[in-house]
């Protein structure tokens, strides 16, 4: 099993950007369809960002569509969040998580998880 390992949170203005990474160690990576999840205090987890093991295919979240962007590199064991246009509404835990269900949104088909990393945009 995959385990992971996410840095690159912080506190930013609203309107500016972050890039998170995730970092995986073991050896099924490149066969992991991975995600970015987040979740906000009193809110329950929400799915993000999506790629294919090949990285080829990408799904979001309508709220993040155009200014997000996920991205891998299969020969790092890296999966990254480029946020851009930031929003206090993004202000969350994120969460990276990988599975071998294919382009799934739930978080409970997800059996790799981070510990997360704290993402605060203030106004």
């Known amino acids: 099993q995959v385990q992971l390992v996410e840095s690159g949170g912080g506190l930013v203005q609203t309107g500016g950007s972050l890039r998170l990474s995730c970092a995986a160690s073991g050896r099924t990576f490149n066969t992991n369809t991975m995600a970015w999840f987040r979740q906000a205090p009193g809110k329950e987890r929400e799915f993000v960002a999506v790629?294919?093991?090949?990285?080829?295919?990408?799904n979001y979240v309508d709220s993040v569509k155009g200014r997000f962007t996920i991205s891998r590199d299969n020969a790092k064991n890296t999966v990254y969040l480029q946020m851009n246009s930031l929003k206090p509404e993004d202000t969350a835990v994120y969460y990276c998580?990988?599975?071998?269900?294919?382009?799934?949104?739930?978080?409970?088909?997800?059996?790799?998880w981070g510990q997360g990393t704290q993402v605060t945009v203030s106004s």
């Open positions: 790629i294919s093991s090949s990285g080829r295919s990408t």
């Open positions: 998580a990988a599975t071998f269900n294919g382009m799934v949104t739930i978080p409970s088909l997800y059996n790799a």
